[in-house]
Nanobody, 111 residues
Framework: VQLQAYGGGLVQAGGSLKLSCAAS????????IGWFRQAPGKEREGISC????????YYGDSVKDRFTISRNSAKNMMYLQMDGLKPEDSGIYYC?????WGRGTLVTVSS
């Protein structure tokens, strides 16, 4: 079971980034999938997930209407499209499936 997140980088405020997470060893369709982030000096917070049971999508208040989570079943990949980025969105982003965590990818948003 392995997850690998990538796609982070440095972007100006108002810009966009798309994070990807590749899964191997299991089928993403069988699990609730999610994205978390951890800013320096802060606890890791959940920002979005897709519920495996009913397909419902949830977003944290801080990212609602700016971020979009998605999944590609054929490729066994999950994504996080981030638009309208703000400096406070900076941090390490992690993909999560059950108890599995991918290596994080750093997002830095400059003002």
């Amino acid at each position: 079971v392995q997850l690998q997140a990538y796609g982070g980088g440095l972007v100006q405020a108002g810009g966009s980034l798309k994070l990807s997470c590749a899964a191997s060893g299991f089928d993403l369709d069988d699990y609730t999938i999610g994205w978390f982030r951890q800013a320096p000096g802060k606890e890791r917070e959940g920002i979005s997930c897709i519920n495996s049971k009913d397909g419902k999508i949830y977003y944290g208040d801080s990212v609602k209407d700016r971020f979009t989570i998605s999944r590609n079943s054929a490729k066994n990949m999950m994504y996080l499209q981030m638009d309208g980025l703000k400096p406070e969105d900076s941090g390490i982003y992690y993909c999560n499936v059950g108890s599995a965590w991918g290596r994080g990818t750093l997002v830095t948003v400059s003002s």
